[in-house]
């Protein structure tokens, strides 16, 4: 996962082509509790998607959670349908390595969510996390529907707010909207919990040792 020098954005018209006519397989269970990793998930469910770098590491943070009914890795916010690990390693597919969240908003709020996001990574470094760099390792957050849009930017300026005052420099983390049943991409089965099926597997996330001041929620 180390050192792959791809530090700027692919154009689009210059992306892999990928593949529509074929999705990775994914698991039928998650590894750590047993819940499904695909739609459909329990009514009343929410969906979360963010990118800290190394998805190994990220992934665990969140299924540790009380309230997140399962997690998963995959590609999102670039360009290449359906792409594997060593094209998106390219730097050539515009997708970041990302976590998908489902989590229950009556146990845990997307405020949370979003303040273990802030803290847990260094949102700082735009195309890099420590020593993995290249577009594929940003820092991201695509809100799945509407009302967490408002969410992100307001934890981000708070934030942003602290690190400032810590002399932390300014976030560069990607932030968009994104269809999770259309532009959320699966990774390679052996990727889903890999910390949890690896235990002394590489896990590379930092973070700035500021603390979000707003998502206090449960």
């Known amino acids: 996962m180390l050192f792959r020098k791809n530090a700027t954005m692919v154009a689009p018209e210059d992306a892999l082509p990928g593949r529509t006519d074929q999705t990775m397989p994914v698991p039928e269970a998650h590894f750590v509790n047993g819940n499904t990793l695909t ?15 190394c998805f190994w590491g990220a992934e665990r943070l969140f299924w540790q959670l009380d309230g997140v009914f399962s997690t998963f890795v995959g590609y999102a916010g670039g360009f290449t349908p359906n792409c594997t690990y ?3 390693c390219t730097g050539r597919t515009g997708h970041a390595e990302a ?17 273990v996001f ?5 949102p700082t470094q735009e195309m890099r996390q420590g020593n993995d760099i290249g577009s594929q390792y940003r820092t991201g957050v ?11 930017e307001a934890t981000r300026d708070a934030f942003q707010a602290k690190l400032t005052e810590a002399n932390k420099g300014d976030i560069t983390t990607e932030v968009g909207r994104i269809d ?4 959320f991409y699966y990774a390679e089965p052996y990727h889903q919990q ?22 206090t929620g449960a």
């Open 39 to 53: 739609a459909p998930f329990p009514e009343g469910m929410e969906i979360a998607v963010v990118g800290m770098g």
């Open 86 to 88: 060593e094209e998106n």
């Open 99 to 115: 976590v998908g969240i489902v989590f229950d908003p009556s146990v845990i709020s997307f405020e949370r969510i979003m303040q």
């Open 118 to 122: 802030w803290e847990e990574h260094d």
């Open 142 to 152: 695509w809100a799945t529907q509407d009302s967490q849009l408002p969410i992100i």
């Open 180 to 183: 999770f049943a259309t532009d």
């Open 194 to 215: 890999y910390l949890a099926k690896n235990p002394n597997g590489y896990c590379g996330i930092k973070g700035t040792g500021v603390s979000c001041p707003i998502g």
